[in-house]
């Protein structure tokens, strides 16, 4: 269950640690909009899925030697003082942006979001806003109930829809237009969900 806490910004986000199996600090949040929003922890779906991009992802880039970086959730990025999201999967080729000891500061190439009944209003309204103002190319939204991808593409600065990805229809292989030939099949994101 989200919890809403009034207005935050990077400057007084704390993240948690675990020292010696006690937690301190808070649990996992992003800032959405100034307001702190704590994120519930991913479901076997989600992870099953987040496992099966980061294994098709880096496949790709380390068989064509691309210089890009992959990332699962709990990697903060820094789009401006009141958003800093944590994005289900992600792939980053400024690697200029990256700061290895802190956060990510600007728009990853790819960002995916992994639907969950607490995070589908943000993922569809705010957090995609704030994707395509800060220039992120592509954006997927993975609904692992129906098995689903809907893919958008930053076209003259505003997204456009490229579609929607379904198993079991005529739409299942995606062309990631971030990179020349990287074609995902929705059978490898999906394979081993019921």
Not at 128 to 137: A, I, L, N, R
Not at 152 to 171: Q, R
């Amino acid at each position: 269950m989200k919890q809403w806490i009034e207005e935050y910004d990077y400057e007084n986000y704390v993240p948690y640690e675990i020292i010696d199996g006690v937690v301190h600090g808070e649990p996992d949040y992003e800032i959405i909009g100034g307001e702190k929003v704590l994120s519930p922890a991913p479901n076997p779906s989600h992870n099953t899925i987040m496992i099966h991009l980061i294994t098709i992802f880096t496949k790709y880039i380390d068989s064509k030697n691309i210089n890009a970086r992959i990332f699962g959730d709990n990697v903060d990025i820094r789009f401006a003082k009141e958003a800093t999201y944590k994005p289900d999967f992600s792939v980053i080729c400024n690697l200029d942006i990256i700061n290895w000891k802190g956060a990510i500061h600007g728009a990853p190439d790819l960002a995916v979001e992994i639907l969950s009944k607490s995070t589908k209003k943000y993922d569809f309204g705010i957090k995609k806003d704030v994707y395509e103002q800060y220039g992120v190319k592509e954006y997927w939204i993975i609904d692992a109930e129906v098995k689903s991808v809907i893919v958008y593409h930053l076209v003259d600065g505003k997204f456009e829809l490229n579609g929607e990805y379904k198993i079991n229809s005529d739409k299942t292989s995606i062309k990631v237009s971030i990179f020349d030939d990287l074609i995902v099949d929705l059978n490898d994101i999906f394979k081993w969900l019921p």
